[in-house]
Structures are given as structure tokens and as C-alpha cells.
């Protein structure tokens, strides 16, 4: 299918909330895997049904209520288990001369923390949820695939297994990559701007200032024009969400998506941000950024797998 890319970013928006596009259905991408294997994907292609980033209509009005309520009605657990995340982070890790890394012990303990309290289940399955974005990712090894669907299938066949339970599943995976991924990039770009300056010192923005998640797809439904750009049936629009070229005000209108697709988990992945740079600032550290490595299986995330930094 052939792309365009839209890297304007009014056309970007009147794009994402036009009804000339739908999004891309990964239900049917694998579909097309499974039949062009003989493989099966079963498990992968129900996931994907519940996943209301990939779904439009009726369908995702349905799963996307139940979210919603699944979040607001544990809104103040989540910050009940942040607030305990955090003082447990800050007081065995957070504190000069130390090194930490913030992948695994800032960003995922903090989701978890979030997850945990939307969600009570085991810890396996937070990390299945965890890696579910990977089947994303066009680079992704067959083998691998199967491997996670073979995963997606022993929870589906678990004892009391039910449809909510499906849409948790995805509940969960869809915050997990961008709420870490967007934590750390701002964490870690944020000490190579201001190397060895105090959080005190430094000017802390309301909302999460780096995003993890680079662009979303639709699909053209029917011939329209945006300015200057032509989309015909079946063209593939990508929309670069974030890029330098940018405002600020334009890159945090996107963030949290737009429309019927905006996220669900917005208001508490701001107040996590907020409660974690309060600290930082109460604690008055310096980051010292030391390395960085980027997943390769990222698309279209640009994910860290580990990022660490000094405190001082």
C-alpha cells in the first residue's frame, strides 16, 4: 500500500479528525500474515479487534467507554500507588553521588504503579502487555511474532477468561510503551540540555514535554483534498505527530492523540510527570546524562531500552 507522509502539522490534525480517513486495521495486516503462512494468528487478530487505536465505529465507542471508565474509576488509586512508587524511588535511588537507569527504575516502576491499580492481575501479564506493542513493528521477526501470539493465546486460555479481560489486555499496552517511553526521552533530553544543573534551577513543564510515539496511520476512504495535498481511496497517510520543525503548542496538542482517538490515560500521565518533577525538585539533583540505546524493534515508537544518567 502505498504511503504518504504529512508532516504539516494543521494538515496533520484536520487529517486524524477528518471522516475521509479510518484507521489502519491490524486485525486484518494479520489476517493477510495468516494466510499468506498458513500460520496461525488467532490469538493476535482477536487482540487487535479490542484495541481501540486500530478500531473505528460502534465498536470502538464500546471498548473505548469501558476504558474510560476503568480509568476514571481508579483515578485515585493510581495516585495513591504513585505517590508510594515515587518515595520509594527517591529514597534508595535518587540521591547523590549515584548512577541509575531510568528505564527500569524510574519509567516501568511508575506505570506499573498506574497498571496495577486499573487492573489488578499478576506480573507476567504486565509483561505481556509490555512487549504487545512489538507486533507493531514492520521489523519484527515471524518468529518472534508467533512467539508473542503463543503468549496472547495461554492468556486467553486462562481460567474465567472473559472479553473485558481482552480489552485490559490492551488497556494495558497501550499506555505502557509511550507512558515509559515518553518519560524517559524526557528525562534524558531534558540532562543533555541542562548537563549538571539543578532541578531547582530548571524550568519544568505542566505536561510531558517528549513524546514516544512519532506518527500514527490512516487509511483514505474517499478522495478529498487538505491544502495542498491530494489523497486518492487506499492511500496510506502517515501523520508525523512530533517533529523539531514544530511549535511546542503544536507538538502538545498532539501528544495525547486527537478526537475519538485521544487517549484515555491523559490526565493521569500528566499528573505522574507532575508528582515526579515536584520531587525532583524537592530533592534538588542533578541528571548527568551518561548513555542512551534505542530499541530496534521501535516502529513507530522511538523507545529506549536503557538510559542512564549520574545524580549529582
Known amino acids: 500500500m502505498e504511503n504518504q507522509i504529512v508532516n504539516n502539522a494543521t494538515l496533520v490534525q484536520k487529517v486524524i479528525k477528518s ?3 479510518k484507521t489502519v486495521s491490524m486485525a486484518e495486516a494479520y489476517r493477510r500474515v495468516a494466510k499468506k ?24 465507542r464500546k471498548i473505548r467507554r469501558f476504558m474510560a471508565k476503568q480509568v476514571v474509576t481508579s483515578s ?26 531510568i528505564v527500569s527504575q524510574i519509567a516501568k516502576p511508575l506505570w506499573r504503579a498506574i497498571a496495577s491499580a486499573i487492573w489488578p492481575t499478576e506480573e507476567s501479564i504486565f509483561e505481556l502487555a509490555f512487549d504487545i506493542p512489538l507486533l507493531l513493528c514492520p521489523t519484527l521477526s515471524l518468529k518472534e511474532r508467533l512467539y508473542l501470539n503463543g503468549r496472547i493465546d495461554c492468556f486467553r486460555t486462562r481460567d474465567n477468561f472473559g472479553e473485558d479481560d481482552l480489552v485490559q489486555l490492551c488497556l494495558a499496552a497501550a499506555g505502557a510503551r509511550t507512558f515509559v517511553g515518553s518519560i524517559v526521552l524526557s528525562l534524558y533530553e531534558t540532562a543533555l540540555k541542562n548537563p549538571d544543573v539543578r532541578a531547582s534551577a530548571l524550568a519544568w513543564s505542566r505536561s510531558i514535554p517528549s513524546s514516544a510515539l512519532k506518527y500514527v496511520d490512516r487509511i483514505c476512504v474517499r478522495e478529498t483534498e487538505m491544502g495542498p495535498l491530494k489523497f486518492s481511496v487506499g492511500i496510506r497517510a502517515r501523520l508525523i505527530t512530533q517533529d ?16 475519538t482517538h485521544s487517549c484515555v490515560g491523559r490526565a493521569i ?17 542533578a541528571l548527568v546524562p551518561i548513555s542512551i540505546r534505542m530499541s530496534e524493534h521501535d516502529e513507530p515508537f522511538s523507545i529506549p531500552i536503557e538510559a542512564t544518567v549520574s545524580i549529582r
Open 244 to 259: 523539531p520543525a514544530y511549535s511546542e503548542e503544536e507538538r502538545t496538542r498532539m501528544f495525547f492523540g486527537l478526537g
Open 37 to 60: 503462512t498458513s500460520l496461525d494468528f488467532d490469538a493476535t487478530i482477536q487482540l487487535m479487534e479490542s484495541f481501540p487505536i486500530f478500531v473505528d465505529g460502534d465498536n470502538h
Open 76 to 101: 485515585g488509586l493510581q495516585v495513591e500507588r504513585l505517590q508510594i512508587e515515587l518515595t520509594r524511588i527517591f529514597q534508595t535511588i535518587i540521591f547523590p553521588p549515584n548512577e541509575i537507569e
Open 269 to 285: 500521565s500528566e499528573t505522574a510527570w507532575q508528582l515526579l518533577t515536584t520531587q525532583l525538585v524537592r530533592s534538588d539533583v
Open 19 to 21: 471522516a475521509a480517513f
